[in-house]
């Protein structure tokens, strides 16, 4: 007879790795299935990243998350949550992507693939969280020319970037750190955002920072712009008061837009999923969805709104989740 688990993860991000921390502290025989490495969405983020959150607001699953600086890096980051995995001893099948989920309460059956061969393999669970986080798919410019080469969704570093000139989209904490950093490693970058002016929730330690480079017209910023059209060497703005137009000289276009989440598995299932915040229909208290045995953990319990959960309150979906099963 075929294994049969207590518990299925799908996503190995931190929240996915605070529920198989739960369950591993409970003695529950879970597996956590993860279509890239562990922790494949940090690996996403830029090189340099300092994280907002402080180190013991991240630590999951009891183990001591120690840096020298309150606010760890990315680096120290992706060291932590594969320490953690080791410490409970946690199965988890990396670069096997789970295709689909049927079933019921109790017996569930998943069928997945693993990218290296492309074989298939069906797997048995009592239960199953669905946690793969909120970088499935970028938010779209919906311009003409997106699809062009010089138009990126992501940012490393700036390196790539030197001499020149380089549109940044967005007023979140990502523009922000994407433009200081191209400006003091010789790029030239033009920041273009919708609202009158960076995010309120942009780290607080770059908004000194990003207003004097604005003001003194280091970083050129167009407010309550949108890009309409990109082009082979230049970029068409729109005023959205206005709507006058503006074209800007331009090799590279960073759009800092955002993530979103993919619902495509709950939605296999019959979880409902609101069509006008993405949130699918769950209980708080449990995190079960409106089908028994089907449970969400992390970002996908936000929606569409990515500055409502983050890995620092998405990490207690673990505990609620293991507790509801017992």
Known sequence: ???????????????????????????????????????????????????????????IGGVPFSTAEPKPTRREALVYYRRVV???????????EVMSVEGSDGDFRLRTRLEKTGDEGVWHARAVVVATGGFHEPNWLGVPGENLPKVRHYYREPYPYYDQDVVV????????????????????????HFAESIDSGVKPWMVPDITNRVQNGEIPAFWQHRISAVLPTKVRLRHEGTGEVTEIANDWV????????????????????????????????????????????GVLAAGSDANKIFIENGKAHGELIVEALR
Not at 41 to 51: H, Q, R, V
């Open 1 to 59: 007879m075929p294994e049969k688990l207590d518990l299925a993860v799908v996503g190995a991000g931190p929240c996915g790795i605070a529920v198989g921390a739960a369950a591993a502290e409970r003695d529950m025989n879970a597996v956590l299935f993860e279509r890239g490495c562990v922790t494949h969405s940090l690996i996403g983020y830029p090189y340099y990243m300092t994280f907002f959150s402080t180190s013991r607001n991240l630590e």
């Open 86 to 96: 080791e410490h409970h001893g946690m199965r988890i099948r990396q670069y096997e």
């Open 169 to 192: 989209v967005g007023g979140g904490s990502s523009a922000v750190e994407a433009a200081l950093e191209l400006f003091r490693n010789g790029a030239r970058p033009t920041l273009v």
């Open 254 to 297: 960073l759009a800092m837009t955002g993530w979103r989440s993919d619902s495509d598995l709950l939605r296999q299932l019959g979880v409902e999923v609101d069509p006008a915040t993405a949130i699918p229909r769950h209980d708080p208290a449990t995190m079960e969805t409106n089908v028994p045995g089907v449970y969400i953990a």
